[in-house]
């Protein structure tokens, strides 16, 4: 089974700095993917940023980029240039590649991004 | 617009009186689910189904029953609820199972059993 750990329940940052939260994971398997999702007050999930475990280079969209280190199973989220709108729930998930029956996602707990003006 | 609708939003019943949470899909995807949030532990997945009839337990099934008799609809049954099913309740679905394809989810249902 996967398991999915986020270390950090909560975190601040300034308005326009830069925030790494992250996120680390236990799997016996050779191909998933990664994501990140952020939850804002709307409970809406979002899907912010996936990763493909085969491909080396780090996936980057826009101001969210990540960390895939896939020996040290770590797959950590940095937002630059942070947002007020950014304040929200981030969850980091795993989802097993050709997932047979069950394409399920496996969760971290989450951490709660707060922006500060 | 695509997209996962989930009914009601907000719900709160009283312990052991049967409800429903719909959930309808408008995409034609094969693949739905749905997951409970609590707060310290994430998302977790009750059921799933991979297409018409075809559905399945995930890891936290007690308590819960599905049904898909239609692509687009996998509504999600208490039978007798009780105050450990107060979550937030997310119903999601995907295209395909042969590929990756982005889930979808719904707004969400916060039910409270008192």
């Known amino acids: 089974a996967q398991t999915v750990t986020q270390s950090q329940p909560e975190m601040s940052v300034q308005e326009a700095e830069t925030v790494t939260l992250s996120c680390t994971y236990d799997t016996s398997e050779n191909n998933y993917y990664l994501f990140w999702y952020k939850q804002p007050p709307s409970r809406q999930m979002i899907l912010v940023i996936r990763?493909?475990?085969?491909?080396?280079q780090n996936a980057t969209e826009n101001r969210f980029s990540v960390n895939f280190q896939k020996a040290a199973k770590s797959f950590s989220l940095k937002i630059s240039d942070s947002q007020l709108g950014d304040t929200a729930m981030y969850f980091c998930a795993f989802m097993k590649q050709g997932g047979g029956s069950n394409y399920k996602l496996t969760f971290g707990k989450g951490t709660l991004l707060t922006v500060n003006p | 617009e695509a997209q996962v609708t989930q009914n009601p939003r907000y719900l709160i019943t009283v312990t052991g009186k049967k409800l429903t949470v719909t959930c309808s899909q408008n995409?034609?995807?094969?693949?739905m689910s749905w997951y409970r949030q609590d707060p310290g532990l994430g998302l977790r997945q009750i059921y799933y189904s991979m297409n018409v009839e075809v559905t399945d337990k995930g890891d936290v099934p007690e308590g819960y029953k599905v049904s898909r008799k239609e692509k687009r609809n996998f509504p999600l049954i208490l039978e007798s609820p009780s105050p450990n099913q107060t979550s937030l309740y997310f119903c999601a679905s995907s295209l395909s199972l042969n590929s990756y394809t982005e889930a979808f989810f719904g707004q969400g249902t916060r039910l409270t059993v008192v």
């Open positions: 990763q493909e475990a085969y491909k080396q």
């Open positions: 995409m034609n995807h094969e693949y």
